[in-house]
């Protein structure tokens, strides 16, 4: 119980005043593409993404990085929107090739009119279904643009997808960069967008239970499990771009 609320309390001193916030705004445009600063290498943290390989990454039922759909380009990991306003595009899902169970995922994102992604965590890998059946979702999504964002709060980015809405919703528009962060901790897990702390909720208890029985996700039954799991980045269809994706583990 200890180690939660210490955990927890580095969230909160985490949330300072705006002042704070565009502070560190400043030093982090500063600050090299796809490195880590000398306080995340003491803290425990690694990139997943270089910048420059894919290495550690490949579809999601695949052995390897997909052929086509995700690019780098100039330090960033794009995902190739193919326009046709459907979900899914020619690359498919990606996750990175590790488990992580208790964690703390720092990355960056900016999405194109209208887009629409999310990132993935806890997942499973199982043979026939998409990853989306077995893993909990942070959105991304234009909030002024796509349908979605009219369809519910739950459905906006930072929101736990469909089924907890971000507060406060502090997204960014499209074309601008949004910081995101997931942390799990002994089956509590906080989404932070934007330097804020928009979502807490916690897994196997009876109101988590309950929130999974009355929404979508009620039939699958590896859907949101506290076991360790991967970390995957969605292709919706949409060009999105992400960048600065570094993890530590607890």
Not at 27 to 53: A, I, Q, R, S, W
Not at 158 to 187: F, H
């Amino acid at each position: 119980m200890l180690s939660l609320l210490v955990v927890s309390g580095m969230l909160l001193n985490a949330c300072g005043p705006r002042e704070e916030a565009e502070e560190k705004e400043e030093v982090m445009e500063e600050h090299p593409l796809n490195t880590l600063t000398e306080e995340e290498k003491e803290e425990g943290f690694f990139l997943l993404f270089d910048g420059e390989t894919t290495d550690g990454w490949r579809g999601y039922n695949m052995e390897t990085f997909p052929p086509e759909g995700w690019v780098i380009e100039d330090g960033l990991l794009r995902c190739i929107g193919e326009g046709t306003g459907e979900a899914g595009g020619k690359g498919g899902d990606i996750i990175y090739d590790q488990k992580f169970l208790d964690f703390h995922l720092k990355l960056e994102w900016k999405v194109s009119p209208g887009g629409n992604s999310g990132i993935f965590y806890l997942g499973q890998e199982i043979e026939g279904e998409p990853i989306w059946k077995s893993a909990p979702e942070m959105q991304i999504l234009d909030n002024e643009r796509h349908i979605d964002a009219q369809l519910g709060e739950d459905r906006k980015a930072g929101s736990l997808y469909d089924l907890i809405a971000a507060d406060p919703q502090n997204t960014r528009p499209a074309g601008e960069w949004n910081k995101a962060e997931v942390m799990v901790y002994r089956g509590t897990v906080v989404h932070r967008q934007n330097g804020e702390k928009v979502l807490e909720y916690h897994l196997g208890t009876p109101d988590w239970e309950r929130l999974v029985e009355e929404s979508k996700f009620a039939e699958y039954e590896w859907f949101g499990q506290y076991k360790p799991g991967y970390i995957a980045l969605q292709d919706h269809g949409d060009d999105v771009w992400f960048r600065n994706i570094r993890i530590k583990e607890f």
